[in-house]
């Protein structure tokens, strides 16, 4: 069965530290997508990023990279430079070709202090 | 593009009510998907529509049910209404569905049951 482990629950960090948020999954499928999504105060699941099985570039946006390691089954996400606006609970959730059911991390809370 | 909209935002029901929550998706998307978020559970899957029929169901009791229509609004209906079923809401649309899609997600309706 399909499964997404965030081991870190909360993370605090000061404006302009890196941090690495992980992502650890388990699947059978050897064709799956991976996702990130950051929930603010507000709410709203804000979709990042889709990677799918066969790419495992890593992909840089901004501020914002990602490391897909099919190695160890981790889709770790990197913010750089964090600002107070990162602040929000960030999800890592996992598709599987024949399973259409998305399957979502707890989350990793994260707060930026300035 | 408006984004995916859900009504109503906040409701309060007693136990043993039922209640209907709905979505707009975004323009051009057909697929739909509903999801539930409580602390102690976290982000669970409900059922997935496209073209008006559920293609995918989560694991939940039958008093949990969903429709979509043909211009893929789509509702969501709870019956019987338990304590436990106090949740958000989340309404996701994608373009089609299943697969590696990316689904953007409305604010939510906060439903508790008192």
């Known amino acids: 069965a399909q499964k997404v482990t965030q081991a870190q629950t909360e993370i605090s960090v000061v404006e302009k530290e890196d941090v690495t948020l992980d992502c650890v999954y388990e699947?059978?499928?050897?064709?799956?997508?991976l996702f990130w999504y950051k929930q603010p105060p507000s709410g709203e699941l804000v979709f990042l990023i889709r990677r799918n099985s066969f790419d495992e570039q890593n992909e840089i946006s901004g501020r914002y990279s990602w490391n897909f390691q099919k190695s160890t089954s981790s889709f770790n996400f990197t913010i750089t430079a964090s600002q107070v606006v990162d602040s929000a609970v960030y999800f890592c959730a996992l598709r599987e070709y024949n399973n259409n059911d998305m399957r979502f991390g707890a989350g990793t809370r994260l707060t930026v202090k300035p | 593009k408006a984004g995916v909209t859900q009504t109503p935002r906040y409701l309060i029901k007693t136990r043993g009510q039922q209640v209907t929550l709905s979505c707009s998706p975004i323009s051009g998307h057909r697929s739909v998907s509903w999801y539930q978020q409580t602390p102690g559970q976290g982000l669970q899957f409900l059922f997935e529509y496209f073209s008006e029929t559920q293609r995918n169901k989560g694991n939940f009791p039958g008093r949990f049910s969903g429709r979509q229509f043909s211009n893929s609004r789509s509702e969501m209906n709870v019956s019987t209404l338990e304590l436990g079923d106090s949740a958000l809401y989340l309404c996701?649309?994608?373009?089609?569905?299943?697969?590696?899609?990316?689904?953007?997600f409305g604010p939510g309706t906060r439903l508790t049951v008192t």
């Open positions: 996701a649309s994608s373009v089609e569905q299943g697969f590696g899609y990316e689904q953007y």
């Open positions: 699947t059978r499928d050897t064709t799956y997508y």
